[in-house]
C-alpha cells in the first residue's frame, strides 16, 4: 500500500494511546505508514511522539491479546516497506493477521 499511495499525511496527537487504541505505525515526523498497531497497555510517552490513535477497540480485547505476540519488534520494518506481506509470510509464519474490521 505505501508504494502504490506513499506515506500518510500526520496529525495532531488528540487522544491519548491508551490500551485498546488503534494507531498508525511511524518512525518520525512525514513517515506514518498503512500499518497499524493495537496498544495492549496504556502508552502515554506515544503521545508526545506525534502517534495520533484513530480508533479503539470497544470490545473484543480478550481476541486482541490472543494474536500472536512473540515476534516482538523483530520484523524489519524497511523490509516490510519494502517487500509486504511476502517478507512477513515467509520470515514470521504465527504472525496474526486481521482480515476484517467492522466499524461501529
Same mark, same amino acid.
Given at each position: 500500500?505505501?508504494?502504490?499511495?506513499?506515506?500518510?499525511?500526520?496529525e495532531g496527537?488528540? &487522544?491519548?494511546?491508551?490500551?485498546?487504541?488503534v494507531? =498508525?505505525?511511524?518512525a518520525?515526523?512525514?513517515?506514518?505508514?498503512?500499518?497499524?498497531f493495537i496498544?495492549?497497555?496504556?502508552?502515554k510517552?506515544?503521545?508526545?511522539?506525534? =502517534?495520533a490513535?484513530?480508533?479503539?477497540?470497544?470490545?473484543?480485547m480478550?481476541?486482541v491479546?490472543?494474536l &500472536?505476540?512473540? &515476534?516482538?519488534?523483530h520484523?524489519?520494518?524497511g523490509?516490510?516497506?519494502?517487500?509486504?506481506?511476502?517478507?512477513?509470510? &515467509?520470515? =514470521?509464519?504465527?504472525?496474526?493477521?486481521?482480515?476484517?474490521a467492522?466499524?461501529k
Amino acid at each position: 500500500m505505501n508504494r502504490k499511495w506513499g506515506n500518510i499525511e500526520d496529525e495532531g496527537v488528540s &487522544y491519548s494511546n491508551k490500551r485498546g487504541t488503534v494507531s =498508525f505505525a511511524m518512525a518520525g515526523p512525514g513517515t506514518r505508514t498503512h500499518q497499524m498497531f493495537i496498544n495492549y497497555r496504556d502508552n502515554k510517552r506515544l503521545d508526545g511522539q506525534g =502517534f495520533a490513535p484513530i480508533g479503539e477497540v470497544v470490545e473484543g480485547m480478550d481476541v486482541v491479546e490472543k494474536l &500472536y505476540s512473540g &515476534y516482538g519488534e523483530h520484523p524489519n520494518q524497511g523490509l516490510i516497506h519494502r517487500e509486504g506481506n511476502s517478507y512477513l509470510q &515467509y520470515g =514470521f509464519p504465527k504472525l496474526s493477521y486481521i482480515t476484517k474490521a467492522v466499524p461501529k
